[in-house]
C-alpha cells in the first residue's frame, strides 16, 4: 500500500463499543489495514484491554463508549443483541457530528430502530454483519452491509474500511437481511442445539457410542459443540430478536414431532410419501449438480476415529425434520447461499448427502421404522427441538441461557478438538462451494 494512503487511513478514526470475541477480529484486522481505532469495552474491563492492547499498533482504548463516540467517524456497536437498546442510548447522543455508525448484532431491523431511535440526525448509518464466527478467516465468507441512511462518501468509507476483510459484500436491506438470517443460521442452530440437549440428556458423548460414527454423523457431532463452545447470548439474539425466525424454529419442532409420531405409529408409506415430496420440493433442481460433500471429504473429519466400515445407519430424524421444515416454510436453501454461514452450508451438505442418494434415504427410512437403537435419541431429540422452540417463542434469554449452559458444561471438555476440525472443515465447505458456484455460472 501507498505511503500517503495509510497516512491517511491513520486520519480516519473507526471506533469499536464491545471488544468481545467479534469486537477484538474486528480491531485487529482494520488496524492491521492501516486505520486507527479507538475501542472500548465495559468500564470494569478498561485496565485489562488497555494492556492486552498495548503493543498493538493503531488501536486506541477509552474507559467507555462515550469517549469512543466522541471521537470516531466510523462506530460499530459489538455488543450483546439483547443489551443494544441501552448501550447505544448510552452512548448513541454523544456520537461525533457527521460521524456514521452500525452494529455487528445477527438481527438488523431491531438494530437501525434503536439507532434511528437515538442517535442525532446528523449521523448516518451503515451496518454490516460477518456471517461467521470469530475464529473463521473472514476472506471469502459473506459481509452483509446495509445502507439504512448515508450519504454516497459515509457509505464509500464504510466499503474501504471493510475492504480490509477480503470478504464477500452483500447488499441488502435490514429487512431482507433478517429474512435470510431468519431461513439459513435461526433453524440450523435449532437443528444443533437440539441435537446437543438431547445427547446431554441421555448422557453420552456421541463420538464415544458407535452408533454415530463417520460421514454425516461427523458434521452433527463437530458442528454442535462448535455452536456450545460460543456465547449463548449469540444464538440467543438472533432467534428471538427475528419475528420470522421463531416461526421457523416453530415448525422445526413441528416437523420433528410430527415425522417421530409417523416412526412412532409405524406409518412408513405416509412417512416415506412426507419425506420423498420434501426431498423433492427442496432437492428437485439439483440433480445435475454435484454433492457438497462426498464420503471422502466427511471422513477426514472424524472425532472418534473409528474406521468407515463400522458405521450403523441412523435414523436421522434431524435431518428429515430439517428438510420437512424447509418445505413446510417454503424455503429453498440454495437460494440463500450467496448470504450464508459455513454452519449453514455445511448443514445444508449433510442433508443433501443423505437425500440425494436414493439408497442411503430408503435406508435411513427402512432403519427409522423398524430397528429401535435410536428411539430414546429420537424421543429426546423430539423433546429438545420443542423446548428450543418454546423458549424462543416466549422471548425469554434467561430461559435460553440456562437450556444452553448444560449441554454446554457437558460437552466443554471437547470443544478444543471441535474447533479445530470444524476450521478445517469450515476452509472445506468454502473451497467446495466456490467450485461449485463456478461451475454454475459456467453452465
Ligand atoms: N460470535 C459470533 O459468532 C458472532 C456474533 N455476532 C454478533 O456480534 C455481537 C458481538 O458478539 P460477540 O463478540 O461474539 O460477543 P461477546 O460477548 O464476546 O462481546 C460483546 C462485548 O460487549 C461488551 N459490552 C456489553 N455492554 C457494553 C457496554 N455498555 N460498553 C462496552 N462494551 C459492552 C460485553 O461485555 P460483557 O460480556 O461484560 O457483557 C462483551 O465484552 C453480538 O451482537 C453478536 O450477536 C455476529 C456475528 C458472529
Ligand atoms: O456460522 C454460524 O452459524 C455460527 O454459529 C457463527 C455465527 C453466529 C452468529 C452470526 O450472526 C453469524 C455467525
Known sequence: MENCEMTARKEVFVGIIGMGDMGKMYARAIAAAGWSINACDREDKFEGLKKEFAEVENIHVYANGRLVSRISDYIMYAVEAELLDTVVAAYGPSTKLGAIVGGQTSCKAPEVKTFEKHLPPDVDIVSCHSLHGPTVDPAGQPLVIIRHRASDKSFKLVEDILSCFHSKLVYLSAEEHDTITADTQAVTHAAFLSMGSAWTANNHFPWEVTRWQGGIENVKINLTLRIYSNRWHVYAGLAILNPAAQQQIRQYAASATELFKLILEGKKEELTRRIRSAGEFVFGKQKDQELLLRDDILDKFSLSGVPAHARKPNSHLSLLAMVDCWKKCNIVPYDHIICSTPLFRL??????????????????????????????????????????????????????????????????????????????????ILERTKVMEKARSEE
Open 347 to 428: 448443514w445444508l451438505g449433510a442433508t443433501e448427502y443423505l437425500f440425494r442418494q436414493p439408497e442411503l434415504l430408503d435406508d435411513c427410512i427402512r432403519f427409522a421404522m423398524e430397528d429401535d437403537t435410536f428411539r430414546s435419541d429420537d424421543l429426546e431429540f423430539t423433546f429438545a427441538a420443542r423446548g428450543w422452540s418454546d423458549a424462543v417463542s416466549f422471548g425469554d434469554f434467561d430461559a435460553y441461557r440456562k437450556r444452553f449452559e448444560g449441554p454446554q458444561e457437558y460437552f466443554r471438555p471437547r470443544f478444543a478438538d471441535a474447533t479445530k476440525v470444524g476450521n478445517q472443515m469450515i476452509r472445506t
